[in-house]
């Protein structure tokens, strides 16, 4: 029954991490039973969270999926800036496709895929990410409702599947905008 509140990520977006220290401290001491899991290429440099209640995970390709199957919540803490606005949503995505239910900072293309459905929570505010953390550790059933949403929205709109034909859509229309020249080298086995 372990709750695992997880981020994954490169050490370089750390600053991220520790700008919500605070509420991950609070969530801590208040539910002795969560514990965070952060994976990246080094360990991180927290403050004040317990280290009884800190795991590092050493990235690995081969073990990044198991890794974060093994989250109950996933993670993806931003700051409202112009770098931060133009990220994709890459973390978010990820704990997404396995299932998990999400805390994120509604910034930039985090924001659009929050308005896909329930699959987790928006925070802004130290208060706002302790509550939604409480609310995902105390509530199993919605964890699983939004983790299973959430991996709803990716099958439907993120998959490569989707993914594909919306490239294979834009590259067709642009083609149709080359000058004449280009189109005439096109064959239909292009596509």
């Known amino acids: 029954d372990q709750i695992i509140i997880g981020w994954t990520g490169t050490s370089i977006n750390y600053r991220y991490l520790y700008g919500i220290e605070d509420a991950l401290q609070q969530t801590l001491s208040r539910f002795p039973q969560a514990k965070l899991m ?6 991180p440099s927290f403050t004040c969270l317990p280290k009884r209640q800190v795991e590092f995970v050493q990235w690995s390709s081969d073990f990044e999926v198991e890794a974060i199957r093994r989250m109950s919540i996933g993670l993806m803490p931003l700051e409202s800036s112009d770098w931060c606005r133009g990220k994709c949503s890459f973390k978010m995505l990820c704990y997404m496709a396995c299932g998990l239910p999400v805390v994120v900072s509604p910034v930039g293309m985090n924001r659009d895929v929050l308005g896909h459905g329930e699959v987790g ?4 505010t130290a208060d706002e990410w302790a509550s939604g953390l409480a609310a995902l550790i105390t509530n199993r ?12 929205v990716i ?10 034909v919306r490239y294979s859509d834009l590259f067709r229309s642009a083609c149709g ?6 189109q005439q080298k096109q064959t239909s086995e292009t596509w």
């Open 38 to 43: 952060v994976m990246a290429e080094k360990p």
């Open 121 to 124: 929570f928006a925070a802004t």
């Open 141 to 152: 059933a919605a964890r699983a409702s939004m983790g299973s949403k959430g991996r709803s």
């Open 155 to 164: 099958e439907k709109v993120y998959s490569v599947k989707k993914l594909a």
């Open 177 to 182: 905008q080359m000058p004449h020249s280009c």
